[in-house]
């Protein structure tokens, strides 16, 4: 692991020393749920949000708490909140674990549970496929070779169009830079996602080379598809897609952690309501809460078999 890196876990750790003493019993108070800043995890939050107050329980809207991973995790251990849905494993991985004030090993309270998306997040980069076709790029030793084609700013270097800072990808795009051959030939570009990726769909709608950071679920998927207007050049490996939860709060709530491990969403339902979202000029929270609803009724059956398991 990086230098960089290991500073990250270690000021996570100090972070969670920091707010532990503010924790407080989950049985007390509602469920406090998070959900993470990207907008392709926001049905899930509040469809898992909606099955915890059908078993019962008061929740607080995840919307009020949208958060990148690097402050999620931290407030998450320290009891600040009880879960969320939008934890990618082993993207996330970096999250978990740390290292206390003199350097020694923690095994923070928080754990993934069940497998809301098994295998369901592809990432990577990927580049325009007309400037693929023409120049034969199909790794980052090539998209090296060729940085002045994907270079906009004029320091050499290739743009790799990339991830909000706080986002595990920011952090693993990083490190592989610092790390490989073709590390200095390219840079990473950070800002909102969403924004930045809907510049990289007019670029290569205009025919622009660009280079950019994809995954899936995504609603970026209709727009860039690979082997189409699109190819791949580096894929990070596949997540998980899991909840994540405080584990004093799971032992205080075994039902919650019950329905937790039994829930999964079908990715083609998460993709075809990200493009639903994608095609509206404005999409806002009450309508994800609406596909929420709409999801649930829809598999009322599936339901109502993990709220009966996780009633025990």
């Given amino acids: 692991m990086t230098k960089r890196s290991n500073v990250l876990i270690a000021a996570l750790a100090a972070f969670v020393l920091v707010l532990s003493a503010c924790a407080t019993d989950g049985q007390d108070r509602p469920v406090t ?35 990148q991973p690097f402050s999620f995790y931290p407030a998450l251990a320290a009891g600040q909140y009880d879960l969320w849905a939008n934890g990618w494993f082993p993207n996330h991985d970096i999250f978990l ?19 809301e998306v098994a295998k369901g997040g592809v ?56 790390d490989e051959s073709w590390g200095a030939s ?27 950071y994809a995954y899936t679920p995504n609603w970026t998927a209709n727009s860039l598809v690979a082997g189409d207007n699109a190819v791949w050049v580096y ?12 584990t004093d709060f799971l032992d205080d709530n075994p039902d919650i952690r019950r329905l937790l491990e039994v829930v999964a969403i079908p990715l083609s339902d998460i993709a075809a309501q990200n493009a639903k979202m994608a095609a509206a000029d404005e999409y806002s929270d009450a309508d994800v809460q609406a596909d ?15 709220l009966e398991i996780a009633r025990g």
């Fill in 186 to 212: 390219v840079e990473q570009i950070v800002g909102n996602y969403d924004d930045l990726v809907r510049g990289v769909i007019d670029r290569v709608n205009a025919g622009e080379s660009v280079l950019f």
């Fill in 235 to 246: 894929e990070h490996g596949v997540n998980d897609i899991r909840a994540v939860a405080n």
């Fill in 97 to 115: 674990e740390g290292e206390n004030v003199t350097g020694q090993a923690v095994d923070l309270p928080i754990e993934p549970v069940g497998y």
């Fill in 123 to 178: 990432e990577g980069w990927m580049v325009d496929k007309a400037t693929a076709d023409r120049l034969g790029i199909s790794s980052m030793a090539d998209v090296a070779a060729n940085a002045g084609v994907f270079d906009s700013n004029g320091n050499g270097k290739a743009d790799l169009i990339g991830c909000n800072a706080g986002w595990g990808c920011n952090t693993w795009i990083n490190d592989l830079i610092a």
């Fill in 292 to 306: 929420a609803e709409a999801w649930i009724a829809s598999n009322r059956d599936r339901v109502d078999s993990w």
């Fill in 33 to 67: 749920m998070a959900r993470a800043d990207w907008s392709s995890g926001h049905m899930q939050a509040a469809i898992y949000a909606q099955l915890i107050e059908e078993l019962g329980h008061e929740v607080t809207d995840p919307a009020l708490a949208e958060l």
